[in-house]
């Protein structure tokens, strides 16, 4: 094992944890490499090299974090030896097309973390390929994916029930039909991030409230057709919920806050910045009520 870790080190890895190396295979050199993040601007042919090397010998990688720089090609060769991957963050990899997430859903059906945050240029096709294989999918980001429609958020509903953490930040193709069909699949959500996703309506987030009880985070923040019935419909249905954002919301008033401190008195944090219904009024009260909370 210690081979393995020089090797990597003198080319610059960042970050190897055998710790999860399973113990009766240790002594054959064989196991499971918990984690490999490459950064900065490190040749690709480097990265597919190490995780060649690493599978020639028998080490499976469960964690891969990946360069913004790295390019298709190399990256669907990286990702042929890798069937017990759970975690992958290919946050701006912006070389990437549906193709190289088609592969991935191909070759890493186990994955349960995906982050393509920042990923443009995928469309509702390599969405729909990796929710029909990535079965064990909890935690999803698709922040700034901006091609991805209803198609995509339909199909990660209907065959990822296990899904607990989704973040679509700034999408304006996504509307109610698809955050509906979420909330009918996904009851196990915990942390929704909807910032932007400026076509929805209070149709989407009350019946998030009441099919999903489990939530703890939601940002809602700059959705403009939202109102205090969505605020209310949380407060009195999401019991576990902590934190709340709702910067912007213009139709959001002292009426929903101060009803939100009532029946959620241990809220711990709540944003109401340029939300204009809300006066010091509002803000009082969420501080009588629920006495732990931070107010931005």
Not at 97 to 124: K, P, T, V
Not at 127 to 155: F, H, K, S, Y
Not at 251 to 266: A, E, F, W
Request: glycine fraction near 4%.
């Amino acid at each position: 094992m210690h081979k393995v870790a020089s090797f990597l080190q003198l080319k610059e890895v960042v970050k190897v944890d055998s710790s999860l190396l399973v113990k009766k295979q240790r002594k054959e050199f064989h196991g499971l490499i918990h984690g490999l993040t490459f950064r900065g601007n490190l040749n690709s042919t480097f990265e597919t090299a190490a995780c060649l090397w690493l599978s020639s010998h028998g080490i499976s990688l469960m964690k891969l974090s990946m360069g913004a720089s790295v390019e298709e090609p190399l990256f669907v060769e990286m990702i042929q030896n890798m069937p017990l991957l759970r975690e992958i963050s290919l946050k701006f990899c912006k070389n990437l097309r549906d193709s190289a997430l088609i592969a991935l859903s191909l070759y890493c059906a186990r994955l349960n973390y995906i982050n393509l945050q920042g990923c443009a240029e995928l469309s509702d096709t390599s969405m729909v390929n990796i929710a029909q294989r990535c079965l064990e999918i909890t935690t999803l980001d698709l922040n700034g994916c901006q091609n991805l429609t209803n198609t995509a958020i339909i199909a990660l509903a209907e065959h990822c029930p296990n899904l607990k953490v989704i973040s679509i930040v700034g999408n304006k193709q996504i509307t109610d039909l698809s955050l509906l069909r979420l909330a009918e699949m996904c009851h196990k959500l915990q942390n929704v991030n909807l910032r932007g996703c400026v076509s929805l309506t209070d149709q989407s987030i009350i019946t998030l409230a009441v099919k999903c009880t489990d939530i703890r985070t939601i940002d809602v923040s700059y959705l403009p057709l939202i109102s205090d019935a969505s605020v209310i419909a949380l407060g009195m249905h999401c019991k576990q919920l902590k934190s709340i954002y709702l910067n912007k919301c213009a139709r959001i008033t002292d009426n929903g806050v101060i009803q939100l401190s009532v029946d959620l008195p241990s809220l711990r944090f709540i944003n109401v910045r340029q939300c204009r219904g809300v006066t010091d009024m509002g803000i009082i009260m969420l501080r009588e009520n629920c006495i732990n909370i931070k107010i931005l």
